[in-house]
């Protein structure tokens, strides 16, 4: 499975970007879709995530400002991050989990660079 993440750019504080991950397969396949983020050296760190169910989850520092959402007729998942600040300067990462009796496999989409600046 391939994933190709896309919708990052330069935005100025208080804007809005969506991502966009779209999965070479069917995404329902994954028991877990989420978005992950890196910042110059810091570690990858979890953004949002997204259950083959629906139920998403978020990290505090994005609570209340992104929304991840799947649409699995397309194979894609999203991301629509609103009132961006300089600290969520970062590549943001597709990732996609499958869990399974032999073990937990991870799936990443290639990134994609997310700046925001005045």
């Known amino acids: 499975v391939q994933l190709q993440a896309s919708g990052g750019g330069l935005v100025q504080p208080g804007g809005s970007l969506r991502l966009s991950c779209a999965a070479s397969?069917?995404?329902?396949?994954?028991?877990?879709m989420g978005w992950y983020r890196q910042a110059p050296g810091k570690q990858r760190e979890l953004v949002a995530r997204?259950?083959?169910?629906?139920?998403?989850a978020y990290s505090d520092s994005v609570k209340g400002r992104f929304t991840i959402s799947r649409d699995n007729a397309k194979n894609t998942v999203y991301l629509q991050s609103n009132n961006l600040k300089p600290e969520d300067t970062a590549v943001y990462y597709c990732?996609?989990?499958?869990?399974?009796?032999?073990?937990?496999?991870?799936?990443w989409g290639q990134g994609t660079q997310v700046t925001v600046s005045s």
């Open positions: 397969g069917s995404i329902l396949s994954f028991n877990v």
């Open positions: 997204i259950t083959s169910g629906g139920s998403p």
């Open positions: 990732n996609a989990e499958r869990i399974s009796i032999t073990g937990n496999y991870d799936y």
